[in-house]
């Protein structure tokens, strides 16, 4: 499988150190990466003995791709993700966030539908998903929120000095608050009951080291009880080591004969 990927930031790095150098998936090689930064991406493309690309549409454009990861922004994912999925490749998601959009998800999946194309979605930073997704099969989900604790570095504008609460409402309000590190909240409420009726409070805290997710939900099958404590990527503590690992685990499966869940 040869893949494209969007992104040169900690989790682009950290696929194509596994990927590209460890070789952790046999058979499988990042052949081209676009980054914002030129400078940069030359930078990294040597390093990880892949090719830089100057703009995405070049990249999207090359035949040779099968699949495109994007680890970059929600923007990326609202310019480009319908022409990655319409030119044939499959699309891994990190930016989950652009999914919060019901319009634009369900043009994604008409392209889908049309082209024959994937979208993959990392389970991100926590845990329960299958459960979730068990009991709305059904119509019988009926709660679901999530509290998330975060050190406050990883808080744009949250006091260092004491714990606040930085959020409190649906997964659609804190993805527009908080663009860059509640993606879990999208992941949770696709799963579940949608963005609009997942409950989420942000609650930054000095005493923590650790990004915490409590997810609980109710329905006919009983009641969910989850707590997920989770390592920041080194140097950012604004991603989970866990979000990135998610994102090596769906490529790992993607093709795979036998699915869990």
């Not at 952790?24 to 030359?42: D, H, M, S, W």
């Not at 892949?50 to 970059?72: M, R």
């Not at 527009?176 to 992941?187: A, G, Q, R, W």
């Amino acid at each position: 499988m040869k893949i494209g990927l969007i992104g040169g930031g900690n989790i682009g790095k950290f696929l194509l150190q596994r990927i590209n150098i460890e070789g952790f998936l046999p058979g499988c090689n990042i052949v081209g990466l676009y980054t914002r930064n030129k400078q940069t991406a030359e930078q990294i493309a040597a390093e990880f003995e892949t090719e830089h690309y100057d703009d995405i549409q070049s990249l999207i454009e090359n035949p040779t791709i099968d699949v495109v990861i994007e680890a970059a922004t929600i923007e990326v994912v609202k310019d480009y993700a319908a022409a990655i999925l319409a030119s044939g490749k499959d699309l891994v998601l990190s930016s989950v966030g652009a999914l919060a959009d019901v319009e634009f998800y369900r043009e994604l999946e008409g392209i889908c539908q049309a082209s024959g194309t994937k979208i993959h979605l990392p389970s991100g930073a926590i845990g329960g998903l299958d459960v979730l997704k068990a009991a709305k099969s059904i119509g019988e989900l009926e709660s679901v929120s999530i509290i998330t604790r975060k050190p406050p570095q990883a808080l744009p504008g949250a006091p260092v000095d004491r714990e606040q609460v930085m959020f409190e409402g649906s997964a659609n309000e804190a993805i527009e608050l908080f663009p860059k590190n509640i993606n879990v909240s999208i992941i949770l409420s696709l799963a579940g009951l949608g963005p609009d009726k997942t409950r989420v409070k942000i609650i930054s805290d000095p005493k923590v080291r650790k990004n915490s997710h409590s997810i609980k939900a109710n329905g006919s099958f009983g009641k969910l009880s989850l707590q997920v404590e989770n390592d920041p990527m080194p140097n950012n503590p604004k991603t989970s080591y866990l979000a990135a690992l998610s994102v090596l685990s769906a490529l790992k499966n993607k093709d795979a004969v036998v699915k869990l869940g």
